[in-house]
């Protein structure tokens, strides 16, 4: 660049070239019209075998160099650009979604499910049951229960990962990625698989979404009935008439004894902190059983949709293969 300026600051004619052309001694240096510039500058060029000409016409390569350098840069962001939103587009977002949504549902359900059934039957040896033989079903029962949470939530996990692969490989922006756009009859046969097991298995969750609901019922009218031995706390006679009874929920065998509780002793039950954990953990897992129906809702929908999708393009000559 300052070769560039120098031709560009510097004009030197011809006859100047010349007169110049040999070696040039200090004192002729003041018998020409040209500057201590101009004679070093012809110097480099006379001994390198270059001239302004040549000057020029390389700075002019440079520019168009940087400028191809430049269109190469703005193309590779360009197709970095593309690039992404191709990746993006082929996301399926309904089955990422409804992954999400039965992850979360499921750890609310599994885990709030599991404490509160430990709880519970803490609550039933301590205020219902003097006897081990009275709820010694119970206590089965509810360690079976807890067995089944542990192999839900590893169904669960596996099942909404390979739901999530499928939703990924049927997604028609991520066949066209591929250059994949005829539909197998694998594939088909794949989806299909899924719809149904999916739509038993919102069918079968829809029943544990209800039966999950009624802990949540007892301990709401647990609750309920305390608030109302608070507000006839004047009377005790009153009071003593209010009682929850568990056997008549099916927890406890109908010969247990006390199988209740009543007035004072209810509501000191209700006042416990085993009460209000056990409350608020039937009601987390309560939730989380809705949120994985709705899962499971969103899957069907979205299977089914990719299901439609393969049964285009088939119908359109695109093809099955086998």
Known sequence: MQGELTCKQESVTLKEVVHLAIYIRPSAVRETLLSPQKIMLLRAHFTSGTSCGSCR?????????STQARGAEEEGQSSFYECCMRCLGGVPYASLVATLLCFSGIALFCGCGHQALTETERLIETYFARNLQDYITLAYLIEYFQYVIYGLATFF???????????????????QTFGEFRSTVCGRCLSTMFIVITYFLAVIWLLVFALSALPVYFFYNMATTCHTINMLSET????NQLCVDARQYGLLPWNTVPGKACGMTLSNVCSTREFFLTYDLYIAAFAGAGITLLALLTYVVSTTYNFAVLRYLGRKGLGPRS
């Open 57 to 65: 016409t390389n700075a002019a390569g440079r520019r168009r160099s």
């Open 157 to 175: 996990f596996l099942y909404c990962i390979a739901l999530l692969a499928e939703g990924f490989y049927t997604t028609s922006v991520a066949r």
């Open 236 to 239: 005790p006679s009153s009071i």
